[in-house]
């Protein structure tokens, strides 16, 4: 009788009444949610035939689900090195002219590879840094071919088990350190810090930005995937920063005015062909008053034209182009000095506006921004600079380490952007950070050296672990607002990129990932499970993930974890139980095809 009596006071007629259109309305939004996600998943079933099943987690709605995913297999060991967007594999689909062919064509998802990527036969653990920095194991990145063929240039040298980088290259056999003190002597601004994002195309070992690091000068070393050089495969093992890329027909997926010096040591790109539109996209990256360095063809071509299998009459036409368009594009000659060239930027666009009408290179109409950099046609023209930005020159940024605290006037057209929010956003990430090192002793050890925060606003996450012994790369969403710019503007390094596709880079490159709220901002666009197969790809054995997330996202994550044979434990965040956020702390386990592990 006292049942019924319950059951009527709860659910009788007139409560009926009022809870039905609640009813509803929650059934409605379930049935909406789960007719969308079958639409979209319709293309990915035969795919996602590995899931075991499906149940459901008891939340506000009553509609989110949580997987259930068995033990994922490993791939063949001939994906050891496989890089899915710049895959050579697929290279004969794509357009040859201007080495289209080596940008990123990513495949379907429905040809997304559902399994591990195995690290090749008789991997090691990666060397600990600084150590790595001079010597990596050769069974890790097996490839002879530069060492056989760049003997005499001191590039690598293989000894016993071991790669040996003796500091060399093309334009410095003598050594790296050598080639840069000569830079420096001509731009002094490499000595007192206002010189302190570098990019570095066709950047070989990567020898040149290793060596910038101890002179407080961060590089972004960039080079296209190839079929047997690995040379940013090399760069990653040996703990300096680099990912795969190659000037060709797209932009390079960074923001304008974010380097203050770009390098080409030999690199071989036929700078003033197709209406300069290289240089015109080394420009467009370039701030203010920074610096573009050149050696190498045809650079001194009075002294090396013999030895370039070329003739001295090409070589001068081809300086004498370069300068012209150097100088229509306002670049003024800084200095020279034997095989060294430096000309720098303008400060603003008071030159451009003087040049006689007609002049080519044309500017830029502002039909493409100049900060979009995902996927984007590079145009030959000069993109001008932005008339509110007043300080952002080499000359009128703070020099480095001031600048990685202080706001950039950038933040004014970044949306959203503020002092305030940005001053807040360091505070939360130093507060952040000191909680996660009480979760992860390892971080600020020399276990951890690669770092990528995989959604990153300004960048506050890899100032924070500054005085660490690491170098971060910070990863802007293509479909989030663009605030790269603020994060080079700090003196850090980052990309654009689309975690619905993989990543330019190769796998077992990287010992910590870090992301904060990216399923939440992402998971209606990309699948998780093929987000955390790319991060297992690129995380090195023995690598770690911090993600900080809601805790639907965070189950989703933990389950994924233990069938890609992580160890994962979960953790309230800094402010405690009453935060809507979590925190998962995983561990990728040292596993091989043939059954063995060793993990430390």
Same mark, same amino acid.
């Given at each position: 009788?006292?049942?019924?009596?319950l059951?009527?006071?709860?659910?009788?007629?007139d409560?009926?009444?009022?809870?039905?259109?609640?009813?509803?309305?929650?059934s409605?939004?379930?049935?909406?949610?789960?007719?969308?996600?079958?639409?979209?998943?319709?293309?990915?079933?035969?795919?996602?035939?590995?899931?075991?099943?499906?149940?459901?987690?008891?939340?506000?709605?009553?509609?989110?689900?949580?997987?259930?995913?068995?033990?994922?297999?490993?791939?063949?060991?001939?994906?050891?090195?496989?890089?899915p967007?710049?895959?050579?594999?697929?290279w =004969? $689909?794509?357009?040859?002219?201007?080495? %289209?062919? /080596?940008?990123? !064509?990513?495949?379907?998802?429905?040809?997304? *590879?559902?399994?591990?990527?195995?690290?090749?036969?008789?991997?090691?653990q990666?060397?600990?840094?600084?150590?790595?920095?001079?010597?990596?194991?050769?069974?890790?990145?097996?490839?002879?071919?530069?060492?056989?063929?760049k003997?005499?240039?001191?590039w690598?040298?293989?000894?016993?088990?071991?790669?040996?980088?003796?500091?060399?290259?093309?334009?410095?056999?003598?050594?790296?350190?050598?080639?840069i003190?000569?830079?420096?002597?001509?731009?002094?601004?490499?000595?007192?810090?206002?010189?302190?994002?570098?990019?570095?195309?066709g950047?070989?070992?990567?020898?040149?930005?290793?060596?910038?690091?101890? =002179? $407080?000068?961060?590089?972004?070393?960039? %080079?296209? /995937?190839?079929? !047997?050089?690995a040379?940013v495969?090399?760069? *990653?093992?040996?703990?300096?920063?680099?990912m795969?890329g190659?000037?060709?027909?797209?932009?390079?997926?960074?923001?304008?005015?974010?380097?203050d010096?770009?390098?080409?040591?030999?690199?071989?790109?036929?700078?003033?062909?197709?209406?300069?539109?290289y240089?015109?996209?080394?420009?467009?990256?370039?701030?203010?008053?920074?610096?573009?360095?050149?050696?190498g063809?045809?650079?001194?071509?009075?002294?090396?034209?013999?030895?370039?299998?070329?003739?001295?009459?090409?070589?001068?036409?081809?300086?004498?182009?370069?300068?012209?368009?150097?100088?229509?594009?306002?670049?003024?000659?800084?200095?020279?000095?034997?095989?060294?060239?430096?000309?720098?930027?303008?400060?603003?666009?008071?030159?451009?506006e003087?040049?006689?009408?007609?002049?080519?290179?044309?500017?830029?109409?502002?039909?493409?921004?100049?900060?979009?950099?995902?996927?984007?046609?590079?145009?030959?023209?000069?993109?001008?600079?932005?008339?509110?930005?007043k300080?952002?020159?080499?000359?009128?940024?703070?020099?480095?380490?001031?600048?990685l605290?202080?706001?950039p006037?950038?933040?004014?057209?970044?949306?959203?952007?503020?002092?305030?929010?940005?001053n807040?956003?360091?505070?939360i990430?130093?507060?952040?950070?000191k909680?996660?090192?009480?979760?992860?002793?390892?971080?600020?050890?020399?276990?951890?050296?690669?770092?990528?925060?995989?959604?990153?606003?300004?960048?506050?996450?890899?100032a924070?672990?500054?005085?660490?012994?690491?170098?971060?790369?910070?990863?802007?969403?293509?479909?989030?607002?663009?605030?790269l710019?603020?994060?080079?503007?700090?003196?850090?390094?980052?990309?654009?990129?689309?975690?619905?596709?993989?990543?330019?880079?190769?796998p077992?490159?990287?010992?910590?990932?870090?992301?904060?709220?990216?399923?939440?901002?992402?998971?209606?666009?990309?699948?998780?499970?093929?987000?955390?197969?790319?991060?297992?790809?690129?995380?090195?054995?023995?690598?770690?993930?911090?993600?900080r997330?809601?805790?639907?996202?965070?189950e989703?994550?933990?389950?994924l974890?233990?069938?890609?044979?992580?160890?994962?434990?979960?953790?309230?965040?800094?402010?405690?139980?009453?935060?809507?956020?979590?925190?998962?702390?995983?561990?990728?386990?040292?596993?091989?095809?043939?059954?063995?592990?060793?993990?430390?």
């Amino acid at each position: 009788m006292k049942d019924k009596e319950l059951k009527n006071g709860l659910f009788g007629p007139d409560k009926r009444q009022k809870y039905l259109p609640l009813f509803l309305i929650v059934s409605s939004l379930c049935a909406v949610s789960f007719y969308l996600g079958a639409a979209y998943g319709s293309e990915k079933q035969s795919i996602d035939e590995t899931y075991d099943s499906i149940a459901f987690s008891n939340n506000k709605a009553g509609c989110t689900s949580v997987i259930k995913q068995g033990p994922i297999a490993p791939c063949n060991i001939s994906t050891q090195d496989y890089t899915p967007c710049t895959d050579p594999i697929r290279w =004969r $689909k794509f357009d040859k002219q201007r080495m %289209a062919f /080596r940008e990123r !064509h990513c495949p379907p998802r429905a040809e997304k *590879l559902q399994c591990l990527i195995p690290p090749p036969e008789g991997y090691k653990q990666t060397m600990l840094w600084p150590k790595s920095r001079k010597e990596c194991w050769y069974k890790n990145v097996p490839y002879d071919w530069i060492n056989n063929e760049k003997a005499n240039q001191n590039w690598l040298k293989k000894k016993d088990d071991k790669f040996i980088f003796p500091g060399g290259g093309t334009m410095f056999p003598n050594g790296v350190g050598e080639y840069i003190d000569h830079m420096e002597e001509l731009i002094p601004g490499m000595k007192d810090g206002s010189v302190r994002t570098a990019l570095d195309t066709g950047c070989g070992v990567a020898s040149w930005g290793g060596d910038l690091l101890d =002179r $407080k000068i961060l590089a972004m070393s960039l %080079a296209p /995937r190839d079929n !047997h050089e690995a040379q940013v495969q090399f760069a *990653l093992e040996r703990g300096i920063p680099a990912m795969l890329g190659i000037i060709a027909t797209q932009r390079l997926p960074y923001p304008a005015n974010a380097f203050d010096i770009a390098h080409c040591s030999r690199c071989l790109i036929p700078w003033t062909e197709f209406g300069g539109v290289y240089l015109l996209e080394v420009d467009r990256v370039l701030r203010p008053g920074g610096f573009w360095v050149l050696s190498g063809p045809p650079v001194n071509y009075e002294v090396h034209w013999k030895g370039w299998d070329s003739t001295e009459e090409k070589q001068k036409r081809d300086l004498d182009n370069i300068k012209d368009l150097l100088s229509k594009m306002c670049y003024k000659e800084y200095a020279a000095k034997d095989d060294l060239a430096v000309w720098q930027k303008p400060l603003n666009n008071d030159c451009y506006e003087q040049r006689e009408e007609g002049t080519y290179p044309p500017i830029c109409d502002d039909a493409i921004e100049a900060d979009a950099a995902w996927y984007v046609p590079m145009r030959p023209c000069i993109v001008p600079q932005n008339p509110d930005a007043k300080r952002i020159s080499i000359e009128t940024v703070p020099k480095w380490p001031e600048r990685l605290t202080h706001a950039p006037e950038r933040l004014k057209w970044t949306a959203g952007g503020n002092t305030g929010g940005f001053n807040q956003d360091t505070r939360i990430w130093k507060e952040r950070v000191k909680h996660y090192r009480t979760l992860l002793p390892e971080l600020g050890g020399n276990k951890i050296r690669n770092v990528m925060d995989m959604n990153t606003q300004y960048g506050s996450f890899a100032a924070a672990l500054i005085d660490d012994p690491v170098w971060v790369m910070n990863v802007v969403s293509s479909y989030a607002t663009n605030s790269l710019g603020v994060v080079y503007d700090r003196g850090l390094i980052g990309t654009v990129s689309d975690w619905c596709e993989a990543f330019s880079t190769y796998p077992r490159t990287y010992d910590l990932l870090h992301l904060a709220g990216l399923f939440t901002a992402e998971s209606h666009r990309c699948e998780m499970k093929d987000v955390m197969l790319e991060m297992d790809r690129i995380l090195r054995p023995n690598g770690f993930t911090i993600i900080r997330d809601t805790p639907q996202f965070l189950e989703n994550a933990s389950v994924l974890g233990k069938a890609m044979r992580w160890k994962c434990t979960q953790h309230e965040t800094e402010i405690g139980p009453d935060d809507k956020e979590g925190i998962l702390v995983c561990k990728k386990t040292f596993w091989t095809v043939t059954g063995e592990s060793d993990e430390s």
